[in-house]
């Protein structure tokens, strides 16, 4: 699907606000392991924290396409940077808005879309993993409020969010049945940050693992159904593994760029290295690969903006968009030669950033237990 010319417009706004103010920051939230505050402010500032969000909320009113081209521009420079809007906008903010009632959208709608708030999703535990159902944090009833006790681990914008939204067993079951979600006010006494991961990319952003102890949850911040918090999360998965594939793309789009460019450059035995027919074939490749990746992210994009089915095209999405960007990293290096392993270069950052893609917001592996279950329905 091609881009309209407002679709053109916006990847060009992405893509300068990427080039101007995230690129030239890129190596140093990298090495030093943190997203600058000035940063996170212009991001804001462009509306880029509340995608999605509509104007009566103090949203851009944008779509999720626009969302994608987005986090692609951005990851195209920093893939830090890329999945701090890609978990705020798709993990929090989407849930907040598809399953809220209007009092929660009015509450933490503008916090979030502003970047007053940061948000975060906590799923994972460190027994609950893929296997979601098995998560056996707990929030009992007390009357005029929640109280939810538990760990959670792999919290993207952990360190940073302000909201969180948290799933929790409301009836005590061995499987995803019971499981109620809340969104949590990271404020809240007994919401303690447990260590901040070290991690082999993606520095820049703040991976958590967090401890709720005697968390108290206002009875009015139950979000959607008691004991269908499973529904939400899938249905948020479905959609923040397009963002997920967004980010794999930008990865491998700005390791593409760099590499093409140097092969440009660099001259061995009296002639360009891009004039070598073995060179040539691997630029070929990873170009025909980013190019699949984009449709694929695009049609899913399109479903989901069009409320059709969209859980078999995110899947695909994010499956070949992950295995291309750990696959278009590793040749970038490669045509980079002995350059592309020192940290002078670029490529060997989006060689460390690309490999998590293939991990969260689901395994390559559950992408394809999803196509598979897809598929046998038709």
């Known amino acids: 699907m091609l881009l309209d010319e407002e679709k053109t417009e916006i990847r060009d706004l992405c893509k300068k606000f990427s080039d101007n103010e995230v690129h030239p920051l890129a190596m140093d939230i990298d090495k030093n392991g943190e997203i600058p505050s000035a940063l996170v402010g212009k991001l804001a500032e462009n509306g880029f924290l509340g995608v999605f969000v509509p104007e009566e909320f103090g949203g851009a009113g944008m779509d999720y396409l626009d969302y994608s081209i987005l986090v692609e521009e951005l990851s195209r420079n920093c893939a830090s940077t890329g999945v701090l809007v890609s978990a705020h906008n ?12 209007e009092e929660q959208k009015k509450e933490f709608l503008p916090r979030l879309a502003s970047g007053q708030d940061i948000g975060c999703f906590c799923l994972s535990e460190p027994n609950a993993g893929s296997d979601a159902g098995s998560l056996t944090t707990f929030a009992e009833d007390k009357g005029d409020h929640w109280e939810i006790n538990g760990v959670k681990n792999w919290i993207t914008n952990g360190k940073e969010a302000g909201v969180a939204i948290v799933f929790a067993k409301t009836q005590k079951t061995d499987n995803y049945k019971g499981i109620s979600a809340f969104i949590v006010d990271t404020k809240t006494e007994g919401w303690n940050i447990i260590k901040i991961e070290e991690k082999l990319g993606i520095k820049g952003s703040s991976t958590a693992q967090i401890a709720l102890d005697k968390v108290k949850v206002p009875k009015g911040n139950l979000l959607g159904q008691p004991e269908k918090g499973f529904r939400v999360a899938m249905a948020t998965l479905d959609g923040g593994r397009i963002g ?34 073995g060179v040539q074939f691997i630029i070929a490749d990873m170009s025909t690969k980013i190019s699949a990746s984009r449709l694929l992210i695009y049609d899913a994009s399109h479903r989901k903006n069009k ?48 490999k998590i893609t293939e991990i969260y917001e689901g395994t390559s592996e559950i992408q394809r237990v999803v196509i598979a279950a897809n598929v046998a329905k038709q």
């Open 307 to 354: 409320e059709m089915q969209y859980s078999l095209e995110s899947a695909h999405a994010k499956l070949f968009s992950a295995e291309t960007a750990m696959w278009v990293t590793t040749k970038a290096i490669q045509l980079c030669g002995g350059n592309g392993y020192t940290k002078e270069y670029p490529v060997e950052r989006f060689f460390r950033d690309a």
């Open 244 to 277: 997920i594939a967004a980010q794999a793309l930008g990865i491998a789009q700005g390791a593409f760029d760099y590499a093409n460019n140097y092969t440009k450059e660099r001259v061995q035995f009296g002639a360009p290295l891009n004039k070598l027919q």
């Open 90 to 101: 798709s993990l929090c903010v989407w849930p907040i808005l598809n399953f809220g009632t």
